[in-house]
């Protein structure tokens, strides 16, 4: 038979039930924060995704366009100005050009167009004289025209981003 002190050491030995039910619970508190902590991280690391995207590729298509219209090699060689659509000749004597086709900017390559950029919303040439101020009224206005404007609103999932240059074709 079992004396007194030893059934007080068996009870002892293990863990009662509302002991591991609180412990349950406690853990799974301390895991939920960290849930929604870690869900936080993950959702941040995602937007700063997309805006890092947006800007990438905003600035790649805006600093091709600015890039390819200082090669053009006249006034006269600009074929179509509208404010969706630029076409030209280049210094090199290659046709090129830039439309918008809500939402993809495209590079006009002379045989098709080739996607520049997606996701754009917004997309606008603007022609100038050479105060920079009055509006080139085109085609009248094409022996003035100075400054081409490209203003370009890219979004990509809740990031939206609005770029604006002005560039100056250097044969002018």
Known sequence: MRTAEQQNRSQDAGFTLIEIIITIVI?????????MIIAQGVRAYSDEQFRSDAHYQARLAVERIAREIRLIRSAADIT?????????????????GFNWVNPMLNRWNGAGNDVLASGVTGFSFSYYRN??????VLPADLNLL???DISMTDTQASEILQMRTRVHPMNF
Do not use: Q
Request: charged share 15%; net charge negative; proline share 0%.
């Open 27 to 35: 853990v799974g508190i301390i895991a939920g924060i960290a849930a």
């Open 80 to 96: 179509t100005f509208t404010a969706i659509d630029l076409r030209f000749t280049k210094v090199d004597g290659t046709i090129s």
């Open 131 to 136: 105060d920079g101020v009055t509006a080139a």
């Open 146 to 148: 100075w400054f081409i």
